[in-house]
Nanobody, 122 residues
Framework: QVQLVESGGGLVQPGGSLRLSCSAS?????IGWFRQFPGKERQGVSC????????YYTESVKGRFTISRDNAKNTVYLQMNNLKAEDPAVYYC??????????????????WGQGTLVTVSS
């Protein structure tokens, strides 16, 4: 069993930055961030393999978001820069026991955090 606790969401102006943190307990193969817009299904934003650090980014965040991990703290971060009007959503941390960064594409994970809200507004 893996427990995930997110933090770092909030309100930011367009062009601003936020860093999301996901503190994990237990072991996993892949971990990452998904987001959910109102009325839409969750979509993978960025994911990372726990062993080799291989990463995935959805096209709309490439060059703006960076996923990283601190293995000593068992924590994964999502640095979000140049936030845009299309980024506001509930962001979820998710982890999977079998798959690596591909969980972002597959849209599946064994474990989910409670979500943190990101709002972009001037």
């Amino acid at each position: 069993q893996v427990q995930l606790v997110e933090s770092g969401g909030g309100l930011v102006q367009p062009g601003g930055s936020l860093r999301l943190s996901c503190s994990a307990s237990g072991s996993y193969t892949g971990i990452g961030w998904f987001r959910q817009f109102p009325g839409k299904e969750r979509q993978g934003v960025s994911c990372i393999g726990s062993r080799d650090g291989s990463t995935y980014y959805t096209e709309s965040v490439k060059g703006r978001f960076t996923i990283s991990r601190d293995n000593a703290k068992n924590t994964v971060y999502l640095q979000m820069n140049n936030l845009k009007a299309e980024d506001p959503a509930v962001y979820y941390c998710a982890a999977d026991s079998l798959f690596r960064e591909g969980i972002c594409v597959m849209g599946r994970a064994d474990y989910w955090g409670q979500g943190t809200l990101v709002t972009v507004s001037s």
